[in-house]
């Protein structure tokens, strides 16, 4: 009677029957209120207490409550004895779980709903509620849901607001925020939070309702099952899949079917166990059960919430998030563990859903990849190998979330050890369990991808393969870079397959959880011919990202040695520092510093070190400068110690010295970066005094070079040093013979650095031993220089005159002690029989070095000396051009016999002498032009290159008018000389001394296409990082000159008409036909750095300045005009000229992140509106501007039959591609032009479909299986036109289209033609258009021609259907390219047609016809 006493407080006798059949009628979606008569009490209580004398009759196995016979009875005996109406009990319950789930429901209404609902399905559970008629569906999932319903949904939404503000902040820009129906971000709700405040009082006990309401679910699905209930069944692990990341777990769950439910205390660790009930055969067929649990788990790998309907919203990769993600891989371990074979295809289906609904961000990607591997553990070696394979097929789909997904997967199974294949691997299969073809196909497969992302990805992967601990990835990737033809890889570079069933486009909504197939019809293998030089490609790749990531693989690759220290390798990465990226230049920086780490005794790794970082000191980039110093201070200035702690055991110091080392000797052209770097710290005070006394310890000890090095560079801003020491070393040095070249010089810098603070004697005893020193003539030029340097900053004084009568004793003195040597060599007849070489060397140097500090000791007689060395032979005067010898001063002497390095020298001297006087400029510069025009010596060109762009710094309008001849060197016959004359140019034009006149810019230009590729590279450089930044419209400023010029096209009133010499343009000449792909490709890099609207401004300037002089007459139309007008409308048709709003190719970006479909829709929308409007102004241009000039000029140009006409129709049918609907539109003004190019749009549009289908053959062929749509067409397509059955098409189309517009505009006398119906006849292998008449045979060809061609040269008329392709079998003694010649013929299979009459007629004879007068 305790159970009945316990049914009191639900009252359910007061309910009227009318109210409890109304809710059944109902069906348990809504409820009435009860009578106001009728209170019951919301009490958690009571519930328990009801629960607790109910729980008893649940099991067999608990004893049940007795009668009073002594006999156990049944709950529903006992109801039916006290009058307890079942369909009443229900209804009222029904009342409580309705009541808890509106969303402003109280605590207990919350409370009572769950308690309510377990008392539902506890009832459920006990034997005999099927007779009683207990369960309803509808009721059972209200219970169900109850536990969402009641949970307070303001917790949930935090979170998912949590995850849109970590999704957001993700990226490294800030970007909107954007939804995906693959990436499945958050669903944002509009709902308001709720008004209920719930404490932490509330929520335990709300808690402890659902895991009371889960628990007696738990019962249910032990005894009551739902076989016949598939839709309750889904629920039910639906609500069990949500509670699987309710709440975190301490340590690890534990799963099995003998676990005790009152045990269990978590929520995952209950709704894992409900999920392995649900998986048994009692709920259903055991197929169809897993499908679903793995179905839900899925979401929870993918740290997804999926709701009822819509889509999965992405969750926050918290630590609950992802501890509930192991949880649920752990799970389905487990049961793939237990149920073996059956759970393996279901395990298949959910590693390939898990690769189709990755969403494309690194963090979830990663995690997705190890959720795939850790699974794929669990599978035997054949399937393992099977999904392998699928994976290998899945790596290569269109859509590049996969790609990257299929890149991480083959990472992540690369940390797992390697399969051993057995008896069950089938023999095809057994190369997919290799981690070789991980690396070689899953990962080195991808380094040619079409998306720049996957290149980088995958470049970033091939680098992470070596830091893995297993050798198998490292001895991959030696056998990739081994050899450089034995690899073989399956897949072309960016090939993409494509799903069976047009998977990628389902929504996750719409894609079942089944099999997911695959076909990929490119199974080609090629060789791969040099992987080091394709990883070169991708180090200058022009995406910025791709150049990062094999930037990193090229370091690892040498850093575990896989590919050679060689200086080329390692240049690469030196080079990358001076990127125009920034991230790139970091990168570059950061390899270097890795690869010294590994490396530090290797002096090619020291040497590329130094040769990156070091002149990143200068770098316009602040935060490059940064890590460039950082780098420095890291390696060389942080590791200077004494010399008694030094060690050569310590590789930091050892690197140290051998880095100063070789800055002293290989590398000290990076002297002037270094000097730049110790500038900076200076700023920073960066040296101490114990660091300025462990580098002086240094001085007299092995590394005496490098520390004389730094002490030259940190002298000036370190007074207080120990002058005893730096003194004792200048006595050493002045009495030594065997000091070393730098370290002479370095010593003379820190003299010169002390020298106001010595005294005055003791300068004068320096400045004595300098001269000394000096006059012997026995130092190298490098410490001449110096040396007199030294000099002069010891004689520097606060007075300026006295400075400079110190300067005029000494270096006057030198200057007589060189003149008084000259006169004697040069002036002596005997003198230059007995000539040092070496020692008149010395002398011309130090007289130029010290005459720059007294120019008022230098007389007439030391210029008349310097000159007579450079003196030219007289069978070079005689060659001379009159203009130069009219003012050539060299004349009056005699012939030169002095040698090249003499002369050399002289050239430098005499331009040293010329910048102290103005007047022996102008009287010398004729003298330099002459030399680089006449001189044959290599240093002697160099060095009046060098001077005059000197000179014209200082004297820049006297210089200007020699500017030509300089520039006249950028086509030396010597690459050095070219180089050295770009580079100088390149300085003056950046600072202004020289401007873009006359024929400079040309010559510039033409340098494009140099015959050095690294000259051709430096000059592209030049101009677009350096000189196009200056001045952005220089490029389209010159363009149309460009085609005068190049062409030596002379004729037009306006361009082309600086004045030139004939050499010169013959040097710098392109004219010709052998010429014209160099012409190109100088117009096509001009177009390409053209913004829209200089491309669109130079196609009017085009048509005016051109083509309406031809129209006009003010250009002849002759051989020299033909060439110009041909070339011009070459440049109109190229894509380079066409705007990139209307190409596409505008923000097409690669370094960016995937887009998701809506935003790609929406940018895609974007452009198109955008095409339009540009597109309708273009048009309108074009046919105000374009249309009128193009019809004049094909008028002219029938009238003399001149062959241009073919490259303005080939123009026009380019152009009126993107115009096909309006073209009468256009041509208005000429209807027989409009007919023609309807017609030939016509023909061409026909003739490409027809291709289409002959490259679709030929897909068939060669892959066995239904081509791809959209895919390129391979390459064996193009051979099978020659051989198909079927009427040959054109190969080429553009090269026949125009042949066959010229053959159609090319007007006929009447005579000539036979009759009014023409024919053509295409030679497949000549791509050529062959007329079949008189005693013309073309050879292969069966007979003369068909019986029914008629005679005559007609193109505008194919025979029908029904035609076969004969080919003959003489082959003997033809040509290359005739085999494929082929006579079309009826087929002999066929029924002979009855002779017709041929009424074919060209529109052109129409329109004729129609302007007969009558």
């Not at 990628?504 to 719409?510: G, L």
């Not at 070079?705 to 040093?721: D, E, H, N, Q, T």
């Not at 012939?895 to 010398?924: D, F, N």
């Amino acid at each position: 009677m305790e159970l009945i006493h316990a049914l009191d407080f639900l009252k359910l006798k007061d309910v009227s029957g009318g109210w409890v059949d109304a809710v059944w009628d109902f069906e348990f979606t809504e409820t009435e209120p009860l009578d106001a008569a009728i209170v019951i009490k919301n009490g958690s209580k009571e519930f328990k207490t009801l629960y607790s004398h109910l729980l008893p009759y649940m099991t067999d196995t608990e004893v049940s409550p007795l009668g009073t016979d002594g006999a156990s009875q049944s709950v529903w005996t006992v109801f039916g004895d006290n009058g307890v109406s079942v369909k009443s009990l229900v209804a009222v319950l029904s009342y409580f779980v309705l009541g808890g789930k509106s969303k402003t429901a109280s605590v207990q209404q919350r409370i009572s709903a769950l308690q309510a609902s377990s008392l539902y399905l506890l009832l459920l559970g006990i034997p005999g509620s099927v007779v009683n008629k207990m369960f309803h569906q509808i009721l059972f999932d209200t219970c169900l849901n109850t536990v969402s319903n009641c949970w307070p949904q303001s917790l949930v939404k935090k979170r998912k607001k949590d995850t849109l503000k970590s999704s957001q902040a993700d990226g490294k820009r800030s970007k909107p925020y954007r939804k995906d129906d693959d990436e499945m971000d958050v669903d944002e709700d509009e709902e308001q939070d709720e008004e209920v405040h719930f404490s932490p009082q509330d929520l335990l006990k709300i808690r402890e309702g659902v895991v009371l309401l889960v628990k007696s679910l738990l019962r249910l699905l032990l005894k009551f099952p739902l076989k016949d209930e598939p839709q309750s069944a889904d629920n039910c692990v639906q609500m069990f899949a949500k509670l699987t990341n309710f709440e975190p777990v301490i340590g690890e769950l534990s799963f099995g079917a003998g676990q005790d439910i009152d045990d269990m205390r978590t929520m995952p660790e209950l709704a894992y166990y409900g999920l392995w009930l649900l998986c048994s055969s009692n709920h259903g067929d055991e197929k169809v059960s897993l499908r679903r649990v793995f179905h839900r788990v899925l979401y929870v790998i993918l740290m997804m919430s999926k709701g009822e309907s819509g889509k999965p919203s992405l969750m926050m990769a918290t630590q609950a998030v992802l501890a509930a993600r192991d949880q649920a891989i752990g799970f389905v371990s487990y049961v793939v563990d237990e149920l073996k074979e059956p759970a393996l295809p279901f395990l298949r289906i959910l590693l390939q859903h898990i690769s189709f609904r990755m969403v494309d961000k690194t963090d979830y990607r990663t995690c997705g990849a190890q959720a795939v591997a850790k699974l794929l553990a669990k599978m035997p070696c054949g399937d393992y190998a099977s999904f392998i394979k699928w994976l290998f097929d899945y790596s290569r789909q269109s859509k590049v979330a996969y790609r990257m997904f299929a890149l991480d997967v083959s990472m992540a199974l690369l940390e797992q050890p390697e399969r051993e294949a057995n008896e069950d691997v089938d023999a095809e299969l057994v190369s997919f369990l290799s981690h070789r073809f991980l690396v070689h196909n899953m990962v080195f497969g991808r380094r040619s991808d079409a998306s720049p992302t996957v290149r980088g990805h995958a470049l970033t992967c091939l680098a992470q393969c070596l830091e893995l601990p297993s050798m198998n990835g490292t001895r991959s990737i030696k056998e990739l870079f081994s050899t450089t033809s034995a690899q073989t890889v399956l897949d072309g570079e960016g090939s993409d397959g494509t799903l069976n069933s047009q998977t990628t486009q389902k929504t996750f909504k719409t894609l079942p959880f089944k099999t997911i197939e695959i076909t990929n019809n490119d199974h080609a293998s090629f060789e791969s011919k040099d992987t080091m030089a394709l990883l070169k490609r991708r180090v200058s790749d022009p995406k910025t990202n791709v150049r990062k990531c094999a930037l990193q693989a090229m370091m690892g690759l040498l850093k575990h040695n896989v590919i050679m220290l060689s200086e080329g390798n390692l240049t690469v990465l030196s080079e990358r520092t001076r990127d125009p990226a920034l991230s790139v230049k970091k990168k570059a920086l950061q390899c270097l510093m890795d690869l010294l780490t590994a490396h530090p005794e290797n002096s090619l790794v020291q040497k590329a070190w130094l040769r990156g970082v070091v002149p990143a000191v200068v770098d316009a980039e602040s935060s490059v400068q940064e890590k460039a110093l950082e780098c420095l201070e890291q390696t060389i200035l942080s590791q200077v110690k004494s010399h008694g702690s030094y060690s050569y055991r310590d590789s930091q110091q050892t690197l140290t010295w051998d880095l100063l080392g070789l800055l002293c000797d290989h590398c000290q052209d990076l002297g002037r970066y270094f000097s730049r770097a110790f500038t900076m710290w200076s700023k920073q005070n960066k040296f101490t005094a114990a660091f300025i006394n462990n580098l002086i310890s240094h001085t007299e000890a092995e590394h005496a070079a490098g520390a004389w090095l730094l002490l030259s560079k940190v002298a000036s801003s370190c007074p207080r040093l120990d002058y005893g020491k730096i003194l004792d070393a200048w006595d050493d040095l002045v009495r030594s013979k065997n000091v070393t070249v730098t370290t002479s010089c370095h010593i003379l810098c820190v003299i010169g650095d002390i020298g106001e603070h010595l005294n005055e004697d003791t300068k004068s005893r320096i400045v004595e031993d300098i001269i000394t020193w000096l006059k012997s003539f026995e130092m190298p030029l490098e410490v001449i220089s110096a040396s007199v340097e030294t000099l002069c900053r010891l004689g520097k004084a606060e007075a300026v005159s006295d400075t400079q009568t110190f300067l005029n004793q000494h270096c006057g003195e030198l200057v007589s002690v060189c003149e008084a040597y000259l006169s004697g060599v040069i002036l002596n007849e005997n003198g230059a029989q007995n000539l040092n070489e070496d020692l008149v060397v010395k002398h011309l140097y130090t007289l130029g070095v010290a005459s720059l500090h007294c120019p008022s000791k230098v007389g007439k007689r030391i210029v008349l000396l310097v000159q007579s060395v450079l003196t030219s032979s007289v069978e070079q005067q005689s060659e001379g051009s009159e203009e130069l010898a009219c003012s050539q001063p060299l004349s009056q002497f005699k012939a030169s016999s002095m040698p090249s390095s003499v002369r050399a020298h002289a050239v430098i001297t005499l331009g040293k002498l010329c910048l102290q006087h103005e007047e022996l400029t102008r009287k010398y510069l004729p003298a330099f032009a002459r030399e680089l025009e006449l001189c044959s010596e290599l240093a002697v060109r160099s060095n009046v290159v060098v001077v005059m762009c000197d000179l014209c710094v200082r004297y820049t309008n006297m210089v200007d008018r020699y500017i030509p001849n300089v520039s006249a060197c950028l086509r030396d016959k010597e690459p050095l000389i070219r180089k050295q004359t770009l580079t100088m140019l390149t300085n003056l034009l950046q600072e202004e001394f020289v401007k873009w006149k006359g024929s400079l810019f040309f010559r510039f230009i033409a340098v494009l296409v140099d015959s050095d590729p690294t000259i051709a590279s430096l000059c592209e450089y030049c101009l677009v990082h350096l000189l196009l930044k200056k001045n952005p419209v220089m490029f389209s400023q010159h363009f149309i000159e460009c085609i005068f010029h190049f062409n030596s096209y002379e004729k037009h009133k306006t361009y082309n008409k600086f004045p030139q010499v004939a050499s010169e343009k013959a040097k710098f000449s392109l004219k010709g036909a052998q010429n014209k792909e160099r012409r190109f490709t100088i117009y096509r890099f001009l177009l390409v750095h053209f913004t829209d609207a200089q491309r669109f401004n130079i196609t009017i300037k085009i048509s005016q300045n051109i083509l309406a002089c031809f129209v006009d007459g003010e250009l002849p139309l002759d051989g020299d005009g033909a060439v110009v007008l041909a070339e011009t409308f070459g440049i109109l048709s190229l894509k380079e000229i066409k705007l990139s709003a209307l190409s596409g190719a505008a923000g097409a970006g690669g370094d960016e992140p995937q887009e998701d479909e809506q935003m790609a829709m929406a940018k895609a929308v974007m452009q198109v509106a955008q095409k339009k409007v540009v597109s309708q102004v273009q048009k309108k241009v074009f046919i105000e501007s374009m249309i009128p000039i193009i019809i004049n000029l094909k008028s002219m140009l029938e009238q003399k039959r001149s062959p241009v006409l073919k490259d303005l129709m080939g123009y026009l049918q380019l152009t009126m591609q993107d115009y096909r609907s309006e073209v009468k539109e256009f041509f208005a003004a000429d209807e027989q032009l409009a007919v023609e190019m309807e017609y030939n749009l016509k023909m061409y549009e026909k003739e490409m479909e027809a291709q289409m289908a002959h490259c679709s053959l030929g897909g068939d062929a060669a892959s066995g299986g239904t081509p791809i749509l959209g895919s390129p067409a391979p390459a064996s397509a193009h051979r099978l036109l020659q051989t198909g059955f079927a009427t040959p098409q054109p190969v080429g189309p553009s090269h026949l289209l125009t042949q066959r517009l010229a053959q159609s505009d090319r007007r006929q006398p009447a005579k000539q033609r036979s009759g009014p119906h023409r024919s053509w006849v295409m030679v497949t292998g000549d791509r050529n258009f062959t007329p079949l008449h008189g005693s013309v045979k073309p050879k292969g060809g069966v007979c003369d021609r068909a019986i029914s061609t008629p005679q005559g040269n007609i193109n505008e008329v194919t025979f029908g259907e029904g035609v076969s392709a004969i080919f003959s079998d003489r082959r003997t003694g033809s040509k290359t390219g005739e085999e494929g010649r082929v006579l079309q013929l009826i087929s002999p299979d066929q029924q002979t047609p009855v002779p017709r009459q041929w009424n074919v007629q060209s529109p052109l004879n129409q329109k004729r016809t129609r302007q007969i007068p009558q």
